[in-house]
């Protein structure tokens, strides 16, 4: 429309620039200026619902009746009509017993809600609603009023205050308490009850639904703080009262969507009237999870003129039940080893459809984890629902959509209390860490047994660091020993805490001598002391700090001692640090005892050899360096990963790979790199072959000896002994 209007006036400019014969709103034919029809020449001038009338040299515009100009200027350039609200200016004829009803350029005169014509079209008379039979059900009296209608139910029906829907049967004695029933809980079912007896009759009346809603979350947060919810029985009874109160408290709740938290709980519920059943999905959240289904599984085969949905989580329910029908892919002798435990908030959803066993279509629910964990060969998710009849958690009618670290996704063919199951397969070792970790103990075993021959009887080198490496040797042999023969001796529970007691002890005892060796490296090389530590105050180091260590965690948590997979210190409750928190001290300070060890030996060695390149000090620096700290306990660094549910796999076997050689390693630096010892190696190979040739040469001369005897002859008589 604005294009046209410029066209126009393009047109308009052009022609009276045109020798400026014509005037504006004339066209020069034969010689003379006649008058431009604007109506004509360009239709719909001025727009919809307007006329458009021609003047000498221009146009106007007038709209048609029921419309008004847009604008207050109404032009032939800018001018177009818009509708006018009758209904809205109140400038219409209806009268007092009817509705005004906008229309596009007028407006009609309808009935209200309730009210029909009459037959003379004179005016509207009362729809009696009740003529229909089925408008409030079998189950209740219709009262007809003017512009509408109201139900009252029989006794023992309700529509829940929805005054004109169908009413159905009601059944109070769902909030019947047992006599073991917490006295919160038995206070909860009465108040419902009593709810539930005041919507029992045609004038029943009391507590919204939003007060009870309230009362309700406000009886679980307590249940929930204390504790109180304990054992399958006693969860059956609460999910089964939340359940039903949500029943209750559902349909006479006034808002569409109703949101409630509270310090334990959360709910969220959806509520539709109409006179038509609602169709469409339905999403609703509480607190880290989700739900998701149609109205039309909300509404089921019958539709009483409401229905609502509902989804109550719950913070503070962490109990696990008994597992029963969980199905398991691993086998029977794995699955009694497995552990399971909530990984999801759980969660109850209860719609308007009493139906619920067997859904006409799977709904959805989409659960948080609470530790974000990966399914791996030892962790594995379920969904699953708390199975009253049995109960205990089943995975029953639950199905595995997706799930992920952080996420599952469950879709579930009925309607009952959910979460997320998480279970825990112990891992099987691989063949080749259990053949590294064997043969590389074997070595072990073999290369200490040398060294604590070596660090006793090799007199040349006897001081203050071979008393050290004679006890770090014994104390690794006596570890790699029963580690070897005992770490999978779970079957027996005593001789399986007696094994990893020793474990314990003599791994601890290992580190607390090489912490001695690297306070003797210390005062060697820093402090240049020439006196050696006592061998007492050594060995109360050495054996008693493990000792003590030993003891006050066999008193404060003997089960600790032996888990289900070794024979070695359980993860439960930390106590798992009773081992790491002397070993990552120990470490440290070697750790610091190293370096300034190393640094004040480049010092010495930077003043003895002056002209020593610097790429052969960073390389023998570096040798020491690593072979140093595998020695002080450096390895260990890796030992975290090792009896964790998940490893990097990589650190696993690093540390299995040194930890398992450290007896050969030890060997090759003391012994096989120290010198004195190698003579004195050398001096023994030489005994012992001396020994074998001289035994050789003797045996060699008596059978020359026995040999050449019968060749003899005897001198007085001249023949031969043979």
Request: net charge negative; aromatic share 10%; proline share 2%.
């Amino acid at each position: 429309m604005e294009l046209k209007r410029a066209l126009l006036l393009l047109a308009l400019f052009l022609e009276f620039s045109d020798s400026h014969k014509c005037d504006i709103g004339h066209d020069r034919r034969n010689n003379s200026c006649i008058d431009t029809d604007e109506c004509v020449m360009i239709p719909d001038v001025c727009g919809a619902h307007a006329q458009c009338f021609n003047t000498h040299g221009s146009y106007y515009c007038t709209c048609n009746e029921g419309f008004q100009s847009k604008t207050a200027n109404f032009t032939a350039i800018t001018g177009e009509c818009e509708d006018i609200n009758e209904c809205f200016m109140n400038t219409h004829g209806c009268s007092d017993d009817k509705v005004c009803m906008n229309t596009v350029g007028s407006y009609e005169c309808r009935c209200r809600n309730g009210y029909r014509l009459t037959r003379t079209d004179a005016g509207c008379e009362d729809i009696n609603e009740c003529i229909n039979p089925d408008v409030c059900g079998r189950n209740a009296q219709c009262n007809n009023t003017f512009g509408s209608y109201t139900c009252k139910c029989d006794q023992g029906y309700s529509n829940y205050g929805n005054n004109q829907s169908e009413c159905i049967e009601m059944s109070c004695d769902l909030f019947e308490s047992d006599a073991e029933s917490p006295g919160k809980l038995k206070n909860l079912l009465e108040l419902l009850r009593s709810s539930c007896e005041s919507l029992h009759g045609p004038d029943g009346h009391g507590l919204t639904g939003e007060q009870l809603l309230e009362n309700v979350f406000t009886t679980t947060d307590e249940l929930l703080l204390d504790g109180k919810i304990a054992g399958g029985e006693m969860l059956s009874q609460f999910l089964d009262a939340v359940e039903n109160s949500m029943r209750l408290i559902g349909p006479q709740l006034r808002e569409p969507v109703t949101r409630m938290e509270t310090h334990n709980t959360f709910a969220e519920v959806a509520v539709a009237r109409n006179q038509t059943p609602p169709s469409g999905h339905v999403t609703l959240s509480a607190g880290s999870a989700h739900f998701e289904t149609s109205w039309e599984t909300v509404v089921g085969k019958s539709y009483p003129g409401f229905a609502f949905v509902a989804l109550v989580g719950y913070k503070d329910l962490n109990t696990s039940g008994l597992l029963h029908n969980v199905n398991s892919e691993k086998p029977d002798d794995e699955e009694r080893s497995v552990t399971y435990q909530l990984n999801s908030e759980v969660v109850t959803a209860v719609v308007s459809n009493t139906e619920t066993k067997h859904l006409s279509e799977p709904v959805t629910l989409v659960f948080t984890h609470v530790e974000d964990r990966a399914e791996s060969g030892g962790v594995a998710y379920s969904c699953v629902y708390w199975n009253e009849y049995e109960g205990a958690w089943s995975n029953e009618g639950c199905v595995r959509a997706e799930s992920n670290s952080t996420h599952t996704v469950c879709s579930c063919s009925h309607l009952s209390s959910f979460a997320v199951l998480m279970a825990l397969y112990p891992l099987q070792d691989s063949f080749e860490l259990v053949l590294i970790t064997r043969v590389g103990l074997v070595l072990s075993l073999v290369c200490l047994f040398l060294c604590i021959l070596t660090f006793k009887f090799c007199r040349s080198i006897k001081g203050t660091r071979t008393s050290i490496h004679l006890h770090l040797s014994i104390c690794l042999f006596i570890a790699d020993l029963v580690f070897l023969c005992g770490i999978s001796s779970t079957q027996n529970k005593v001789g399986c805490g007696i094994v990893a007691g020793l474990l314990h002890f003599f791994f601890l005892s290992a580190f607390c001598w090489m912490l001695l060796e690297g306070v003797q490296l210390y005062r060697m090389v820093v402090l240049v002391f020439h006196t050696t530590l006592k061998h007492l105050y050594m060995c109360l180091v050495g054996y008693g700090v493990p000792l003590v260590i030993v003891i006050i965690s066999a008193i404060s948590f003997s089960k600790g001692y032996g888990t289900d997979r070794h024979c070695w210190l359980s993860l439960d409750g930390s106590f798992i640090w009773s081992f790491f928190a002397p070993v990552c001290i120990i470490v440290i300070l070697n750790s610091f005892v190293f370096i300034i060890t190393v640094w004040k030996l480049a010092e010495k060695f930077a003043s003895l050899n002056p002209d020593l390149s610097k790429l052969r000090n960073i390389r023998g620096f570096t040798v020491t360096a690593v072979a140093q700290m595998c020695v002080l306990g450096g390895m260990w660094v890796f030992g975290c990963f090792l009896f964790q549910e998940e490893g990097t796999q990589v650190a696993l076997y690093l540390f299995t790979i040194l930890n398992s050689l450290q007896g050969a390693l030890i060997f090759f630096m003391h012994c096989l790199l120290s010198k004195p010892v190698r003579e004195e190696y050398c001096k023994l190979i030489t005994r012992i072959c001396s020994r074998k040739e001289k035994k050789y040469s003797e045996f060699s001369t008596n059978q020359s000896s026995n040999s050449q005897q019968p060749l003899r002859s005897n001198q007085t008589t001249g023949e031969s002994k043979i």
